[in-house]
Structure formats: structure tokens, C-alpha cells
């Protein structure tokens, strides 16, 4: 008797989904990353994931006001992930994983991409009504291949909700 042949090997391992990370700040251009992110996921089986930096405190003056302002920031960046999260789950149906950092955002994004495999894929927006496209996009264009080995997108910070349902 033969015996049924095997799976070929794409089918005997899950495929794991495709993770879009979105770097969240207080700028509209982000929206439009968070969106394409979002429609991304939704189109392919895949999740988000939104990273927010807690950049240092730099008033130094005194620990204790110090120690306040760091509390305040950490509390307000975890209000605004959880109401972006609301929001990726409405587009999505999944919840994104979140991800808190404090200390610089370039740094913390590349440790963070370094830690974690599973990120497929870095989704960001430029500035609007800028010749210069924004700080962390210029340090990844500096840093792609060295530090960072990933796909980025730049989704451009001037595109509508149509235009990137379009696109996406």
C-alpha cells in the first residue's frame, strides 16, 4: 500500500498574517498611514500594530515635576492608543498590538523592529505642504538595509480617504 502523499510544504505550515506597523504621532499625515495600514490589513488577512513614543522629558529641574510630566505623557499616550485602537478595530475587526516606548522615536522604532519578526512591513506618511518629508522618514531613508530590514511605505501626506481606499 503507498501511503497519501504530503502536503506541499506552503500548506503544512499556518501562514502567518502580515503585520503593518504604523509609528503614531500627533500629525494628520499620520492618519493617512493609519488608514492605508488598515486597508492593507483588511485586504490581506493581516493586522496592525501601532508603535507610540514617549519622547524624554526636557525639563530637568526638578525629579519630582520630572517625574509628573513622564506620568501625564505615558498617561496620554495610552488614551490616544486606546482610541486608535478602537479605530483600527472598527476598520479592521482585529485589535492591533500596541506598543509603548519612552526615549527617542528613531531609536525606539528600530529596536522595536529588530525585537519583533512578525512586523512585515513599516507604513508611514509624509509631510504635507513640505519639501522635507518629516524626521523619521529621512533617518529610515538613511538607515534602510543597515539597521532596518523591512519594506517601508510612504503614503503621501497630501492623499484623501478615497484616494487611498483606491489605492489600497
Known amino acids: 500500500?503507498?501511503?497519501p502523499a504530503s502536503p506541499a510544504p506552503e500548506q503544512q505550515r499556518p501562514a502567518t498574517p502580515r503585520v503593518f506597523l504604523v509609528v503614531v504621532d500627533?500629525?494628520?499625515?499620520?492618519?493617512?498611514a493609519?488608514?492605508?495600514a488598515c486597508?492593507?490589513?483588511q485586504h490581506t488577512n493581516g493586522?496592525?500594530?501601532?508603535?507610540h513614543v514617549i519622547e524624554p522629558a526636557e525639563f530637568q529641574h526638578w525629579l519630582g515635576v520630572e517625574?509628573?510630566?513622564e506620568e501625564e505623557a505615558r498617561a496620554e499616550a495610552e488614551q490616544r492608543m486606546q482610541t486608535l485602537a478602537a479605530e483600527v478595530f472598527a476598520q479592521t475587526g482585529t485589535m492591533p498590538a500596541v506598543h509603548i516606548r519612552e526615549g527617542k522615536r528613531a531609536d525606539e522604532l528600530v529596536a522595536l523592529l529588530q525585537e519583533e519578526p512578525s512586523i512585515s512591513l513599516l507604513v508611514l506618511a509624509t509631510a504635507s505642504g513640505s519639501s522635507?518629508?518629516?524626521?523619521?522618514?529621512t533617518f529610515l531613508l538613511g538607515n534602510l538595509g543597515r539597521r532596518i530590514r523591512i519594506p517601508v511605505t510612504l503614503v503621501p501626506?497630501?492623499?484623501?480617504?478615497?484616494e487611498i481606499d483606491a489605492l489600497t
Open 1 to 3: 500500500m503507498s501511503e
Open 26 to 32: 500627533e500629525t494628520e499625515e499620520m492618519r493617512n
Open 34 to 36: 493609519l488608514r492605508y
Open 39 to 41: 486597508r492593507r490589513a
Open 47 to 51: 493586522r496592525v500594530a501601532l508603535l
Open 67 to 69: 517625574r509628573v510630566m
Open 132 to 137: 522635507n518629508p518629516g524626521p523619521l522618514v
Open 157 to 162: 501626506g497630501e492623499l484623501s480617504i478615497e
